[in-house]
């Protein structure tokens, strides 16, 4: 006797995958995991202050994508939909580390634009690391502004602060950007 549950779905479809998910079938949810744990990892990773606390919020987040599947209504991107919660879930475990708070002052008057050296030839995993070395409140809205689109009054709104402490933030995280870039080939900051 053939058991159905057992037999390996063929899921090729991202909507084939996201039904199955809501029907609590246990394969479907370990191929959602596969299919998107690198791209998600990558976000969770800009987020995170190091590799360790990108998976823990990769696992937090697969666990908020699962419980709230049913929730995914169909409209829009269902990988636009797991990135944000897998957003929320980095700016709730930094809040919840409570990095943010001890930063930056709320004012801040020198609004000067920090620009990188066009010359500079920097791969993408030397930048996540330079990222990630950023304190958790600078590189919430690091990746907020730079990488996510977001504006300064709607990044305010949900790390609960000032738009002008989110420009602020976004400034002094540039400046230090800038000063390690500059400062790379006296020492290599990466490690």
């Given at each position: 006797?053939?058991d159905?549950?057992?037999e ?26 596969q ?25 937090e987040?697969?666990?908020s ?5 049913n ?28 990095y943010?708070?001890n ?46 689109g ?42």
């Open positions: 006797m053939n159905i549950e057992s390996p779905a063929q899921l090729d479809t991202p909507k084939e995958l996201i039904d199955a998910c809501k029907k609590g079938k246990k394969s479907a949810q370990s191929e959602l995991y299919r998107y744990k690198s791209k998600l990892l990558g976000i969770a990773l800009r987020y995170a202050g190091s590799r360790e606390h990108a998976q823990d919020i990769l696992q987040a697969f666990i994508i699962l419980n709230k599947c929730a995914y209504s169909g409209s829009g991107s269902f990988e636009g939909w797991m990135t944000r919660i897998v957003i929320n879930t980095a700016i709730s475990f930094n809040r919840k580390w409570e943010r708070r930063e930056l002052p709320e004012e801040h008057t020198d609004w000067e634009d920090y620009r990188l050296p066009a010359d500079l030839q920097l791969q993408e995993k030397d930048l996540l690391q330079l990222v990630q070395k950023l304190p958790a409140g600078y590189r919430s809205v690091f990746n907020l502004y730079v990488i996510e977001y504006t300064h009054d709607e990044i305010a709104e949900q790390l609960d602060i000032s738009a002008s402490t989110s420009k602020t933030q976004l400034m002094k995280a540039k400046k230090r950007l800038a000063d390690w870039l500059a400062h790379r080939e006296q020492k290599d900051i990466t490690k």
